[in-house]
């Protein structure tokens, strides 16, 4: 039975009517048209489908809509700010760290996560944290990159 319940959304709050065991990633894809979070395995093992909740990083496609209703959630689409990449975006983009970009909304939403958390990762600490974020591109070096100059970008810029 769907109940309403008002979702916190890259700081903008919605209504939604879902059953309480909605995935999370159905409701930002099919109501509120955020399709930068993807489906990949619906299993929450691939990544795709990553945001940050309550600042940490979750697989969407295993978290219910009743499960996050008081919690603040993070996509893609949010991390921008006043037409400026993040500083993660940035660097992936500058790093060429995706070829099909399927994993890439994840990759950066799971990188910013560990940057919150660790804002200077070793290369080992980038590799275990991205280990559930799955690339069957072969961009893994470009991605470890990509973290490594954000997290340096990040600490000259004081963000």
């Keep these: 039975m769907a109940k309403p319940v ?13 059953p309480s065991d909605t995935p999370l990633l ?11 979070s993807k489906y990949g395995c619906g299993e929450g093992q691939c990544g795709a489908c ?3 909740i309550g600042g940490a990083p979750r697989r969407s496609c295993q978290i219910p809509v009743s499960a ?11 991390l921008e700010k006043d037409g400026r990449l993040n500083p993660v975006q940035q660097a992936f983009l ?3 760290a995706f070829q099909c970009a399927y994993c890439t909304s994840g990759m950066i939403m799971s990188s910013v996560g560990l940057l919150q958390t660790n804002p200077n990762p ?13 690339c069957r591109c ?13 997290a340096k970008m990040m600490q000259e810029h004081g963000r």
Excluded: C, M, W
Aim: no cysteine; charged share 20%.
């Design 6 to 18: 008002e979702l916190e959304i890259n700081g903008k709050r919605y209504p939604v009517n879902y």
């Design 26 to 36: 159905y409701v930002l894809r099919d109501e509120l048209g955020l399709t930068g």
């Design 50 to 52: 990553t945001v940050l």
């Design 68 to 78: 996050v209703a008081a919690k603040p959630i993070t996509t893609i689409e949010g």
């Design 94 to 96: 500058d790093a060429g």
């Design 122 to 134: 070793s290369q080992a600490e980038i590799v275990q944290f991205l280990q559930g974020n799955v």
């Design 138 to 150: 072969g961009t893994h070096p470009r991605v470890i990159e990509a973290v490594r100059q954000a």
